[in-house]
């Protein structure tokens, strides 16, 4: 036998041998094996099988056919080799590309089935209630969760899935330490407190109303469970449970970190904080808040508002345009300080108005004052077209500023609850982030400006451009936001909306006079200036 004819046997013999193994692992035709197997021990070629005993690629190919889809490929392969002179190299090689593409379509099937599954285990809408007192040297955590936000544990169930209380208390602790323990973060004075004890989980019908006071929920959850007899679902229930955290005093300062968003799609939590000296504090917030101050001391608060300010002004894209569209045509020092100072002064006013609850609290007044801000942003742009100059545009930025304000005391009034005793500090607080956000940006403005009219485009032009640019994205803002308006009833006249009335039209005409005294003082000092440049 030459060189090449030997080669070419060893070939054969390895393609047999995988294209042998292949046929054993789909459990077909032994027979056939059989002799395929018999040329490992042969240098004859492949169409030469046993003395007398031909390879019957038609009867192969038969057998195939009744396979998978993946079967049903190999047979077409065996008759497209049998019809090229029997080489088995070409049909190895499409075994493999077979074998390959099927263990990744398993394996894209298998990701799809497991993401899907996913999906539809998370619970939509989560509603969590939370007590949390301290009592000596220990601090009680009581909560109530759905069951079905427990994700991913197995409670023991019988029938078509009715809950098996007698054996769900292993359970229901499991949920507990991974679900409740592994996700409420716990502080005093600084340091983290150790993981806490289960003292009692037990399982409560959605209709129990034992969580609308602190007695009433312990002496339930420490009560006798539900009676087994019971046909309840266990996707519809609720866990109940006390963890008790050990403490170095129960007048210590507490925080909490509830990280609860995970929970489900929407999660709200209502939590009562019951400290010794009385006077229950009540939190509702929604996914997760980050840390809760429960008693914050005023710098804490303080801190807390500080950032919460300067992210809202970074994160409000109506506000940022607002102020883009106040330094495109004023650049200069002088101008510029008198514009944001005036804004400034203003959105402080509607701030401290809505947080002492000065403004109506009724559906249609938030998306009034969001078209509203569509409406300043459009008409800032127009006017930077037009043209302005510093003593109308410090006067319209003021009132403005009031519009603007109350759209930041939004976010504001919900976040007032994290302020403690400490109202007038937060509200401080929140007033300088905002600032400190104002001012990073016009630093970053004014000199990109400057850059943009000194090499690009000539001032006037690019004030029109920017500011046509600014007036087509309010404009559409302002459909969309009058639109989710006039979704809303209108007031009717009653003698509490014209109490309203009278007093919004007092503050406005205080306003006015305040503005006019400060525009006749504007207007001497500038006189004042002008007259002592002309010497």
Same mark, same amino acid.
């Given at each position: 036998?030459?060189?090449?004819?030997?080669?070419?046997?060893?070939? #054969?013999?390895?393609?047999? %041998?995988?294209?042998?193994? +292949?046929?054993?692992?789909?459990?077909?035709?032994?027979?056939?094996v059989r002799q395929l197997l018999a040329i490992r021990e042969s240098s004859?070629?492949?169409?030469?099988?046993? =003395?007398?005993?031909?390879?019957?690629?038609?009867?192969?190919?038969? #057998?195939?056919?009744?396979?998978?889809?993946?079967?049903?490929?190999?047979?077409?392969? @065996?008759?497209?080799?049998? @019809?090229?002179?029997?080489?088995?190299?070409?049909?190895?090689?499409?075994?493999?590309?077979?074998?390959k593409a099927a263990g990744g379509m398993a394996m894209f099937l298998g990701?799809?089935?497991?993401?899907?599954?996913?999906?539809?285990?998370?619970?939509?809408?989560? =509603?969590?209630?939370?007590?949390?007192?301290?009592?000596?040297?220990?601090?009680?955590?009581?909560? =109530?969760?759905?069951?079905?936000? *427990?994700?991913?544990?197995?409670?023991?169930?019988?029938?078509?899935?009715?809950?098996?209380?007698?054996?769900?208390?292993?359970?229901?602790?499991?949920?507990?330490?991974?679900?409740?323990?592994?996700?409420?973060?716990?502080?005093?004075?600084?340091?983290?407190?150790?993981?806490?004890?289960?003292?009692?989980?037990?399982?409560?019908?959605?209709?129990?109303?034992?969580?609308? +006071?602190?007695?009433?929920?312990?002496?339930?959850?420490?009560?006798?469970?539900?009676?087994?007899?019971?046909?309840?679902?266990?996707?519809?229930?609720?866990?109940?449970?006390?963890?008790?955290?050990?403490?170095?005093?129960?007048?210590?300062?507490?925080?909490?970190?509830?990280?609860?968003? =995970?929970?489900?799609?929407?999660?709200?939590?209502?939590?009562?904080?019951?400290?010794?000296?009385?006077?229950?504090?009540?939190?509702?917030?929604?996914?997760?808040? /980050?840390?809760?101050?429960?008693?914050?001391?005023?710098? #804490?608060?303080?801190?807390?508002?500080?950032?919460?300010?300067?992210?809202?002004?970074?994160?409000?894209?109506?506000?940022?345009?607002?102020?883009? @569209?106040?330094?495109?045509?004023? !650049?200069? $020092?002088?101008?510029?300080?008198?514009?944001?100072?005036?804004?400034?002064?203003?959105?402080?006013?509607?701030?401290?108005?809505?947080?002492?609850?000065?403004?109506?609290?009724?559906?249609?007044?938030?998306?009034?004052?969001?078209?509203?801000?569509?409406?300043?942003?459009?008409? *800032?742009?127009? %006017?930077?077209?037009?043209?302005?100059?510093?003593?109308?545009?410090?006067?319209?930025?003021?009132?403005?500023?009031?519009?603007?304000?109350? /759209?930041?005391?939004?976010?504001?009034?919900?976040?007032?609850?994290?302020?403690?005793?400490?109202?007038?500090?937060?509200?401080?607080?929140?007033?300088?982030?905002?600032?400190?956000?104002?001012?990073? $940006?016009?630093?970053?403005?004014?000199?990109?400006?400057?850059?943009l009219f000194r090499h690009a485009l000539p001032e006037r032009l690019g004030?029109?451009?920017?500011?046509?640019?600014?007036?087509?994205?309010?404009?559409?803002?302002?459909?969309?936001?009058?639109?989710?308006?006039?979704?809303?009833?209108?007031?009717?006249?009653?003698?509490?909306?014209?109490?309203?009335?009278?007093?919004?039209? *007092?503050?406005?005409?205080? $306003?006015?006079?305040?503005?006019?005294?400060?525009?006749?003082?504007? !207007?001497?000092?500038?006189?004042?200036?002008?007259?002592?440049?002309?010497?």
């Open positions: 036998m030459t060189h090449t004819q030997g080669s070419d046997a060893r070939c #054969q013999r390895h393609t047999v %041998e995988e294209f042998a193994a +292949s046929l054993e692992r789909n459990h077909e035709s032994t027979h056939v004859r070629p492949a169409t030469e099988v046993t =003395r007398g005993t031909p390879l019957d690629f038609s009867k192969v190919c038969a #057998q195939q056919s009744r396979l998978s889809v993946q079967k049903e490929s190999v047979g077409v392969a @065996c008759r497209r080799a049998a @019809c090229s002179g029997g080489s088995l190299v070409r049909l190895g090689e499409g075994l493999t590309i077979l074998r990701f799809l089935f497991a993401v899907s599954a996913t999906a539809h285990d998370i619970p939509a809408d989560v =509603r969590i209630n939370a007590f949390l007192r301290p009592t000596g040297q220990a601090l009680e955590l009581l909560i =109530r969760v759905p069951l079905l936000a *427990m994700q991913d544990t197995d409670f023991p169930t019988r029938g078509p899935g009715y809950l098996d209380v007698s054996r769900a208390d292993e359970a229901l602790r499991n949920a507990a330490k991974i679900w409740l323990i592994g996700n409420f973060d716990l502080y005093e004075n600084g340091p983290r407190l150790a993981p806490p004890k289960i003292v009692h989980a037990r399982v409560s019908l959605p209709s129990d109303r034992s969580f609308t +006071s602190y007695e009433q929920a312990r002496s339930h959850v420490a009560g006798p469970p539900l009676s087994d007899d019971l046909d309840l679902y266990w996707n519809q229930q609720m866990l109940d449970v006390l963890l008790q955290y050990q403490i170095g005093s129960d007048r210590s300062a507490f925080a909490i970190h509830p990280r609860v968003d =995970r929970f489900g799609q929407k999660v709200s939590t209502a939590l009562r904080f019951l400290p010794p000296e009385g006077g229950a504090r009540a939190f509702e917030f929604h996914g997760d808040p /980050g840390l809760v101050y429960l008693d914050p001391r005023w710098y #804490q608060a303080a801190l807390n508002f500080t950032a919460s300010g300067f992210l809202h002004i970074l994160g409000g894209i109506d506000h940022l345009l607002f102020l883009f @569209c106040l330094v495109i045509p004023f !650049r200069q $020092l002088k101008p510029l300080a008198i514009i944001v100072t005036s804004f400034t002064v203003a959105h402080s006013i509607s701030l401290i108005a809505s947080a002492f609850n000065f403004v109506p609290d009724a559906l249609w007044f938030p998306p009034l004052i969001e078209t509203l801000i569509a409406v300043t942003i459009v008409y *800032m742009a127009l %006017e930077n077209i037009i043209g302005s100059n510093t003593q109308r545009r410090w006067i319209v930025t003021f009132a403005f500023g009031i519009v603007h304000g109350f /759209g930041f005391s939004f976010l504001l009034r919900e976040s007032l609850q994290f302020a403690g005793d400490h109202l007038l500090t937060s509200l401080l607080a929140f007033n300088l982030g905002i600032e400190i956000g104002q001012l990073m $940006l016009l630093v970053m403005l004014v000199p990109a400006l400057g850059l004030i029109i451009i920017l500011s046509a640019l600014v007036a087509h994205t309010g404009w559409h803002w302002m459909v969309e936001r009058g639109e989710q308006l006039m979704q809303f009833p209108f007031p009717s006249l009653d003698a509490a909306f014209l109490a309203g009335a009278m007093r919004g039209l *007092m503050a406005v005409l205080i $306003l006015a006079a305040g503005v006019s005294v400060a525009n006749g003082v504007m !207007r001497r000092w500038l006189h004042g200036e002008k007259s002592f440049a002309g010497r």
